[in-house]
Every structure is written in structure tokens, then in C-alpha cells.
């Protein structure tokens, strides 16, 4: 039986993609979301996976609804 994990590189994907459909850069997003550039970066390139709170910082940074990135990260899992 296959069990999907959370692949932190469409993570990363979706929230970069997110962020640059918006028109942001990365200093932009991560400080609208008061989270380091760095961090923010790590997210994107799939290094760290964010905790509920910076992906919740996050989206509303980019003015969505946690649970509307949720879903984008599910259509690529699946």
C-alpha cells in the first residue's frame, strides 16, 4: 500500500510559486510573514519543511487561506 509523505520540495514549490505569482520577492514575503529571508529561501528550495505557524505566516503574508496552499500541495502529491 502506498503511503504519500509530504515532500518538502513541492512545499517549497508552491509557496515559491505562490510568492512569484504575487509579484513578491523573497525579502517581501518573508518579512510581510516576520520570518527570515534565509528561513524563507531554505522553504522554497525544499531544505526545511515550514511548521503549521510560518506556513500559516505565510500564506497570509500572500493573502490566501493556509488551507488554499494546502490544496495546491495536495494536487501535486496525488
Same mark, same amino acid.
Given at each position: 500500500?502506498? #503511503? =504519500?509523505?509530504?515532500? =518538502?520540495? #513541492?512545499?517549497?514549490?508552491?509557496?515559491?510559486?505562490?510568492?512569484?505569482?504575487?509579484?513578491?520577492?523573497?525579502?517581501?514575503?518573508?518579512?510581510?510573514?516576520?520570518?527570515?529571508?534565509?528561513?524563507?529561501?531554505?522553504?522554497? /528550495?525544499?531544505?526545511?519543511? =515550514?511548521?503549521?505557524?510560518?506556513?500559516? /505566516?505565510? *500564506?497570509? *503574508?500572500?493573502?490566501?487561506?493556509?488551507?488554499?496552499?494546502?490544496?495546491?500541495?495536495?494536487?501535486?502529491?496525488?
Amino acid at each position: 500500500m502506498y #503511503i =504519500p509523505t509530504l515532500d =518538502p520540495m #513541492i512545499v517549497g514549490k508552491v509557496i515559491s510559486d505562490q510568492r512569484k505569482k504575487k509579484g513578491m520577492s523573497q525579502e517581501v514575503l518573508s518579512g510581510l510573514a516576520d520570518i527570515g529571508r534565509t528561513h524563507l529561501s531554505a522553504i522554497e /528550495r525544499g531544505e526545511r519543511k =515550514p511548521t503549521l505557524e510560518t506556513l500559516f /505566516r505565510i *500564506a497570509n *503574508a500572500l493573502d490566501m487561506r493556509m488551507s488554499e496552499i494546502v490544496i495546491e500541495i495536495e494536487k501535486l502529491l496525488y
